[in-house]
């Protein structure tokens, strides 16, 4: 089926275990600018391509006001092998915790979550993980899914019986730009 090609890239899955050592040796910082780190740890600006100016005293897009209404955040609540997990909130009033996928086109959710939601199985699909197992997933639907305020609605999602957290995949955060700091997740919508 056609409308379910994002699912094949639901690889993200070994993505939370092949990305385990990857926590220890980055640290993200933001100096509120565009800017681009070299190998030798030095920093390029870029304000010239992210529509600022080229001085370090340029605006940074993000925080003028007309563009902080389109910004939404997550608390990272903990962190599975260095990847961020929060709260996500499905149709309206269940909050479930949920990693933040980058590598995972499509969003998976649980057995449990989908009994709980009451996501009824409507179709099957067989996804490619990233170590080239193919996977078998039934999907369903869910009314909406959530962050602070940013909201999909009807939304197709695979449901796992073989895992016990749920992945929020590109298919929600895939008309944002992801900021992921220490302590929070943003969602700056494009």
């Known amino acids: ?9 639901i690889a993200g899955i070994t993505v939370v275990t092949t990305t385990m050592g990857w926590s220890q040796l980055t640290i993200a ?34 925080s003028s ?12 609540k903990y962190r599975l092998s260095g990847t961020p997990v929060i709260d996500v909130t499905f149709n309206g009033s269940r909050t479930f915790e949920m990693i933040v996928d980058t590598g ?5 959710i649980t057995r449990s979550m989908a009994t709980a939601l009451n996501v009824t199985p409507f179709n099957k699909s067989i996804a490619t993980m990233a ?9 369903g639907r869910v009314n909406s899914i959530a962050i602070d305020g940013a909201e999909m ?33 943003e969602f700056y919508r494009r």
């Open 153 to 185: 609605r009807n939304v197709p999602v695979a449901i796992a019986d073989r895992t016990n957290i749920g992945l929020l995949g590109h298919d929600f955060f895939g008309n944002y730009d992801v900021k992921i700091k220490q302590d929070v997740v």
């Open 1 to 9: 089926m056609k409308g379910w090609r994002w699912l094949t890239a």
């Open 29 to 62: 910082q933001d100096n509120n600018g565009c800017y681009m780190v070299m190998p030798s740890g030095s920093t390029v600006n870029l304000d010239r391509l992210c529509g600022g100016s080229a001085s370090p005293s340029g605006t940074n897009r993000a």
């Open 65 to 76: 006001p007309a563009v902080a209404k389109d910004i939404y955040t997550a608390r990272i």
């Open 104 to 108: 995972a086109s499509g969003t998976l």
């Open 131 to 139: 170590d080239g197992r193919m996977v078998a997933f039934d999907i």
